[in-house]
């Protein structure tokens, strides 16, 4: 299972948000491409980047700090938050992103996210699958909709999207434990899946028990920021 470790960004800033409340922001570090150079210094091979402003503002705003990131390490970075536009999508690419996460617009543009699959290739591409309940949330998980996440994952998947990450907003930064049985049924109906598992890690323990049920990956972000598991934990999964 690949460790994915994750860097939100507001103003430029590593910071991490409870349940992505704004309002419960805390800022960890000054520089995110010293924050990237210590994971990559410590063997991790990938970044999970989103830009909070870019996604509060409905464009990418952050995209210098990619830029930064992708040219001062060797990471393979995936980039989420405001891409709404196909301008947007360019913009993360060129600055060095080797995937585009989406999550709303392939919700709510469903259309326009096939395209962006039929121009730039669906592995080009990380779908992002917010729950609550089994039911799919956008726009900064305020809405929930009556899409059901096996239907949302298997239409995709039926379309090329390789790689899934799925986040339980009702787990998402409390140091709880992640969703294990949500994410059990999902590589159950879907075992070819190259799943990631986001959301609730609080330790090694949690890392473990995602191994075992099947995750390809797992994203990490508070459990390592507030210090329940190291750098060095982290490259050893």
């Known amino acids: 299972m690949q460790i994915i470790p994750a860097i939100d960004i507001i103003d ?5 948000l409870t349940q992505g409340d704004y309002a419960q922001k ?4 000054e520089d995110p491409l010293e924050v990237a150079k210590a994971f990559e210094g410590a063997g991790l091979q990938r970044l999970h980047l989103v830009d909070l402003d870019g ?6 705003a952050n995209w210098k700090v990619l830029e930064r990131i992708a040219g ?6 995936d980039f989420g938050g405001g891409i709404k536009m196909e301008k947007d999508l360019q913009i993360v690419f060129n600055s060095g992103a080797a995937l585009a996460t989406i999550g709303s617009m392939a919700v709510r543009q469903p259309e326009v996210m096939e395209q962006w699959m039929r121009t730039y290739g669906p592995g080009k591409f990380l779908l992002g699958a917010d ?7 956008v ?3 305020l809405e929930t909709t009556d899409t059901d996440v096996f239907d949302f994952i298997g239409g995709y998947k039926a379309k090329g999207i390789q790689q899934v990450f799925c986040t339980d907003v009702s787990k998402d930064g409390l140091l709880q434990g992640p969703s294990i049985d949500l994410y059990t049924k999902i590589l159950e109906r879907f075992p070819d899946l190259w799943f990631i598992a986001s959301g609730g890690v609080s330790g090694l323990a ?4 995602l191994r075992d049920i099947g995750c390809k990956g797992a994203i990490v972000g508070k459990a390592f920021y507030e210090g329940h598991i190291t750098l060095k934990e982290l490259a050893a999964c």
Do not use: S
């Open 131 to 137: 729950v609550k309940g089994e039911k799919i949330a």
């Open 12 to 16: 430029g800033k590593c910071v991490r």
């Open 139 to 141: 726009g900064g998980w």
């Open 26 to 29: 805390k800022v960890y570090n």
């Open 55 to 60: 996604a509060k503002a409905g464009a990418v």
């Open 72 to 77: 001062g390490t060797h990471l393979v970075i």
């Open 206 to 209: 949690d890392l473990e028990r």
